[in-house]
């Protein structure tokens, strides 16, 4: 497929199927990884297979070429005839199937690009189930739209074939589904509403976008950095950087501090298309505002109205913040020869470099720093610790099933992505858990403590407001909001001039 990358890797006879990598195009991850752990590959060639070709198997009739004991949810390693049971015993959403087998909790592939769709359409109409927009697509409208979106489908013909039952496709399902088919076929969800009235759509469909998806941290963290270059030495839009949707732009996306973020800025560009009258900065913002606010931490007093850079001419120089190459964004260790990018030698005079020349205080550093009670490091990003990507370079926290689960804010289940190593232990909870005796004392070994978070209770400057946090979450957010809402609106131009607020 165009933009995507296949790599699959067989024993030397070819006959057994041992592994591979799939980019873009994830639809055959579940039924390749069912294929990997058979003795053979059914007959077929490694030309075949890479090709596209599938080992016809029994999965009766429900089009997912799975049988009963091939998972359908590999984070959690629930087989197909699990989940056919849960939906028989009444699980008719793909919610109530998380709830009953922990299926989609985990990356979520199974549903947005894997079987569960089919397998749910399938046993639904077997069972003469009713559900959702029609007998074809048993779905909610929000669910069938997310998954065209995530499979790139545009008409009604490619959702019942990709996702649906075939069998029960009706002359009146169209009209059923009524706007999704206008808008996968590409117009815009906002159309027809004012700036303003975009702006409360958009921030309703963030909600639920985050609620499905757990990815809180990824989207303060894309927001935080478009922001964060922030120089108020300089005057220049663009020059002085601030939140102005910049980052979506290389060099600044390929900044080594911005490791992983493309994935972010791939997530909004949906809400871009469907919210044409709201700009990438504001977009990126609203995120990150509707993330921690998701996660359980403060409503901050977003305006909006942002200006956005228009091409790469406008992302700061990223050796302009006397930094090395991170336009000023923060290091969160030394590099190899005990010097941070800006020169500083021990942490405490780095953060007070890089927070100072945006016009914060100590009690600002503290209190931004403490966002770091939601989220994780990982070795593909930061390489400050050696957990990665995926459930099997994961910590005890941050496997799809963690010892401390739940880890969300509302006591759901559901980690996103596995791996990766966490500051804290409900790392998809805003609260003031990274400020405790647990975290910072570093005797559990599974929880992530660098010298830009050490820093935070050793130097005096600093300790003052990290020991008032520990103590009193309520100041936390009364602070973290305040020292947000700053970050959000230094260097961004609002047009208005006063912005916009909801």
Known sequence: ?????????FTPDGTKLLGGILVGDISAFAPLTAVSKRPDIGGLSPDELMAGQMPKVDDGGDGTNLGDDDHVCNCHSVPKKVIREAIMKGAHTFEEIKKCTKAGTGCG????????PKLLAHTLNQKGVEAGACKALPFAHDDIEDLAKARQLKSYEELVTHLGYPAAAADGDKTALGSVLDRIGGKPKGEGLDHVAQLK???DDLWKFVDKMNCNPILVRLAWHDAGTYDKSKTAFGERGGANGSIRFSPEISMGANNGLDKAVKYMEPFKADYPLVSYADLYQMAAAVSIEHAGGPKIDMKYGRK???GPDQCPDPKSRGTAGNAGLPDAEPGPEGAFGCGATDAATHLRNIFYRMGFDDKGIVALSGAHTIGRAFKERSGTVKEGYGESSGCPYTVSMPK??????????GVGMPGGKSWTTKWLKFDNEYFQPAVYEEKDKDLLWLSSD???HQDEGFKQYFMLYKDDQSAFFRDFAEAYKQLSEQGAQFEPEAGVTL
Not at 1 to 9: D, F, H, R
């Open 1 to 9: 497929a165009a933009g995507g990358y296949k790599k699959l890797v």
């Open 109 to 116: 592939t199974c549903i947005r690009t894997g079987p569960q």
């Open 308 to 310: 956005d850079a228009t």
């Open 404 to 413: 401390s689960c739940p880890i969300r804010n509302d006591g759901g289940y």
């Open 454 to 456: 050490r820093c935070l």
């Open 201 to 203: 759509a958009l921030k």
